[in-house]
Antibody, heavy 122, light 106 residues
Framework: QVQVVESGGGVVQPGRSLSLSCAAT????????MHWVRQVPGKGLDWVAV????????YFGDSVKGRFSISRDNSKNMVFLQMNNLSADDSGLYFC???????????????WGQGTLVIVSS | IQMTQSPSSVSASVGDRVTITCRAS??????LAWYQQVPGQAPKLLIS???TPQSGVPSRFSGSGAGTSFTLTIDSLQPEDFATYFC?????????FGPGTRVEIK
């Protein structure tokens, strides 16, 4: 069964960096794009980034473009989100999610992990 | 692409029919998904391509629409359906979500 487990969240000061990781199991990881989506608890969903199945295509949300980067290691079934120059607006629960369409790079996603919480505060 | 949803919340009783509307700021064909988020849980994909239910989704959930206007209908609301529902466009980047519709118990 498909499972994704996020890690790396924590409390970080504004302007600093943080790296999130996601370990995936239960599917052929190298065939699927992976997304990051964030949510302030109790609020809406904000799509952050996607990386294609081979890592050749990467797209970002407008609010994180130029500050965040995404990468993957298909040999380890892992995807990473490097977040730089963080601000309070980046606080939230960060979900790693599998693209539904095989070889697709952006449509819809699931199933979702439980997320890792990022708090940006001085 | 901006996504809007109406209503923002709805109070309903078990057995009621609930309809949620999602609108896109431009034509997205059928590149639309619906997610359900039960309080305290991660979202769950219910419907993709505007009207295709995911495996295991109860038949009381249905989606329709194309272009800029879409609906999610829940026939005969069940206790486990009280949740927040989000639409999301998959037409182009950046992918965007609607603000959500909270379905509450009357």
């Amino acid at each position: 069964q498909v499972q994704v487990v996020e890690s790396g969240g924590g409390v970080v000061q504004p302007g600093r960096s943080l790296s999130l990781s996601c370990a995936a199991t239960g599917f052929n990881f190298s065939n699927f794009a992976m997304h990051w989506v964030r949510q302030v608890p109790g609020k809406g969903l904000d799509w952050v980034a996607v990386i294609s199945h081979l890592g050749t295509e990467k797209y970002f949300g407008d609010s994180v473009k130029g500050r965040f980067s995404i990468s993957r290691d298909n040999s380890k079934n892992m995807v990473f989100l490097q977040m730089n120059n963080l601000s309070a607006d980046d606080s939230g629960l960060y979900f790693c999610v599998k693209e539904v369409r095989i070889y697709g790079v952006g449509s819809w996603f699931g199933p979702w992990g439980q997320g890792t919480l990022v708090i940006v505060s001085s | 692409i901006q996504m809007t949803q109406s209503p923002s919340s709805v109070s309903a009783s078990v057995g009621d029919r609930v309809t949620i509307t999602c609108r896109a700021s431009r034509d997205i064909n059928d590149w639309l998904a619906w997610y359900q988020q039960v309080p305290g849980q991660a979202p769950k994909l219910l419907i993709s391509a505007a009207s295709t239910p995911q495996s295991g989704v109860p038949s009381r959930f249905s989606g329709s629409g194309a272009g800029t206007s879409f609906t999610l209908t829940i026939d005969s609301l069940q206790p486990e359906d009280f949740a927040t529902y989000f639409c999301q466009q998959g037409y182009n980047f950046p992918l965007t979500f609607g603000p959500g519709t909270r379905v509450e118990i009357k």
